[in-house]
């Protein structure tokens, strides 16, 4: 009988080596000087702040009767989904 040669087994930079694929670099672009990026934040900032005014412009103080209406309707909304919280940890409570 013949006997099959012994595999030597492969270390460990080896297998890394074989499993992970090849990153090809790629040249990266250049960083932006700090004023540069100060004037990016000075921009964000501004927009950002116009669409804070904007939005202001449009919304509008809700009258009692509405008011009333968005708290029901919030307090069943919440007391619906702690009755199936309640439910579904009593089921699980019981069955497991």
Not at 2 to 18: T, W
Not at 66 to 81: E, H, L, R, W, Y
Request: aromatic share 6%; hydrophobic share 35%; proline share 7%.
């Amino acid at each position: 009988m013949e006997e099959a040669p012994e595999e030597k087994p492969e270390s460990k930079e080896e297998k890394a080596e074989s499993e992970e694929p090849k990153k090809v670099e790629q040249p990266s672009e250049p960083k932006p000087s700090i004023s540069q990026r100060i004037r990016a934040g000075i921009r964000f900032l501004k927009s950002y702040w116009n669409e804070c005014k904007r939005v202001l412009k449009v919304t509008k103080k809700p009258d009692k009767e509405s008011f009333t209406m968005i708290v029901k309707v919030s307090g069943a909304g919440m007391a619906i989904i702690g009755v199936i919280g309640f439910v579904i940890h009593m089921l699980h409570q019981l069955l497991f």
